[in-house]
Antibody, heavy 119, light 107 residues
Framework: QVQTVESGGGVVQPGTSLRLSCAAS????????MHWVRQAPGKGLEWVAV????????YYADSVKGRFSISRDNSQNTMYLQMDSLRTEDTAMYFC????????????WGQGTLVSVSS | EIVLTQSPATLSLSPGERATLSCRAS??????LAWYQQKPGQAPRLLIY???TRATDIPARFSGSGSGTDFTLTITGLEPEDFAVYYC??????????FGQGTEVEI
């Protein structure tokens, strides 16, 4: 059974850091590109970052470039999102999502972890 | 960056009716477009990819069409569980992967 479980969210102050994790099971994690997508309260979906299958390639949305860093550990079937210099506008539910066979489409999503940035 | 514009913002329908949702791209995405469904408090679910291919276990009442800049998601015979928010997403030019702002299908 395909499963991804996000963790690491919480309430933090602006300017601080947080590290999210996405633990995957039930599929060949190392064969899949993995994405982070976020959703601010009451808003739509915003793509955040992607890591290639071997972790050597990463791409970021302009809104997080230079502040967020995506990585993965295929030996642990886990993906990470290191979030630094957090801003109030980073407040959102953060979903990890599996990319369908290198297609660019996201065929499985976790339930998300909530990040709230507030002073 | 390719901008996706969905219309209408809200669609008010009754069970059994037909829903027609639109997604327009700011430039051609060929057929590199997907549709997702999201219910309150849940993660999005992939419905359609490559504009018209149903994802695994998606009922046949969901269909997608279009190419270039204009796309449609049709739900033929709305079931109670279909009332949700629907998003389109393009993968033609990346990064970034971009989503539309969503269409809510409400009772």
């Amino acid at each position: 059974q395909v499963q991804t479980v996000e963790s690491g969210g919480g309430v933090v102050q602006p300017g601080t850091s947080l590290r999210l994790s996405c633990a995957a099971s039930g599929f060949s994690f190392s064969r899949c590109s993995m994405h982070w997508v976020r959703q601010a309260p009451g808003k739509g979906l915003e793509w955040v970052a992607v890591t290639g299958r071997d972790g050597r390639t990463q791409y970021y949305a302009d809104s997080v470039k230079g502040r967020f860093s995506i990585s993965r550990d295929n030996s642990q079937n886990t993906m990470y999102l290191q979030m630094d210099s957090l801003r109030t506008e980073d407040t959102a539910m953060y979903f990890c999502a599996r990319e369908l066979l290198g297609s660019g489409y996201l065929d499985f999503w976790g339930q998300g972890t909530l990040v709230s940035v507030s002073s | 960056e390719i901008v996706l514009t969905q219309s209408p913002a809200t669609l008010s329908l009754s069970p059994g009716e037909r829903a027609t949702l639109s997604c327009r791209a700011s430039q051609s995405v060929d057929t590199s477009l997907a549709w997702y469904q999201q219910k309150p408090g849940q993660a999005p679910r992939l419905l359609i990819y490559d504009a018209s291919t149903r994802a695994t276990d998606i009922p046949a009442r969901f269909s997608g069409s279009g190419s270039g800049t204009d796309f449609t998601l049709t739900i033929t015979g709305l079931e109670p569980e279909d009332f949700a928010v629907y998003y389109c997403q393009q993968r033609r030019n990346w990064p970034p992967w971009t989503f539309g702002q969503g269409t809510e299908v409400e009772i």
